[in-house]
């Protein structure tokens, strides 16, 4: 099946400072990719999608100017957490889904964030 | 908007026990669902995919079924073992282009 990667799949960071996690598909062109983030025995909750070369749609509740989601091409999205505070972290997850593949939607493998 | 509910949240039997966990929707016109396994600090691995036109699917041990009109879907696992421990997940769609709405879980614990 495709392979969608995360990096990192886990980081620490001081609080105030900014992270950034990517997800790139590595055999297929992902038109669209969603980020969702699951805290501590919880569901996993959608923050955006992205569709390449346009900008991410946000739910409702998530911070636009604090998650930062740039999807410049086809195989790369990025979720940048801005000045970062120990309540933002959380598992991060991107999923993407390409034209070629249908409606399918592959997941990547996640990324720890520990904002101290 | 289509919710999912997962029940029960927590689940534990002895190995080779076989069981059911539970999922409901709120949207009947769904597009798709999906099983997936989660295990401790890890991603998603996708289990079963069920099509709307479809009522089951099998996978080895797993069966899953789908219920549009009742707004269910239950994975089965005949025969459980230990490794089977781990936090099953059920996720919807209602269009081909719209993102997964996940459940919250049933973590699953196989005792030996």
């Known amino acids: 099946g495709a392979v969608v990667s995360q990096h990192p799949s886990w980081v620490i960071c001081k609080s105030g400072t900014s992270v950034k996690i990517e997800c790139r598909s590595l055999d297929f062109q992902a038109t669209t990719m969603f980020w969702y983030r699951q805290f501590p025995k919880q569901s996993l909750m959608l923050m955006a999608t992205s569709n390449e070369g346009s900008k991410a749609t946000y739910e409702q509740g998530v911070e636009k100017d604090k998650f930062l989601i740039n999807h410049a091409s086809l195989t790369l999205s990025t979720l940048t957490v801005t000045s970062a505070h120990p309540e933002d972290s959380s598992f991060y997850i991107c999923s993407a889904r390409g034209a070629s593949l249908g409606n399918t939607i592959y997941f990547g493998e996640g990324s720890w964030l520990t904002v101290v | 908007k289509q919710e999912v509910t997962q029940i029960p949240a927590a689940l534990s039997v002895p190995e080779g026990e076989n069981l059911v966990l539970n999922c409901s929707f709120t949207?009947?016109?769904?597009?798709?669902l999906q099983w997936f396994r989660q295990d401790p600090g890890k991603g998603l691995t996708s289990l079963l995919l069920?099509?709307?036109?479809?009522r089951e699917q099998t996978s080895g041990r797993l069966n899953a079924s789908l219920d549009k009109s009742s707004g269910r879907s239950t994975l089965y696992i005949a025969a459980s073992q230990p490794g089977d421990s781990a936090t099953y997940l059920c996720?919807?769609?209602?269009?081909?282009?719209?993102?997964?709405?996940f459940g919250k879980g049933t973590r699953l614990s196989v005792i030996a």
């Open positions: 996720a919807g769609k209602v269009s081909g282009n719209t993102p997964l709405v």
């Open positions: 949207d009947s016109a769904i597009y798709n």
């Open positions: 069920i099509q709307s036109s479809q």
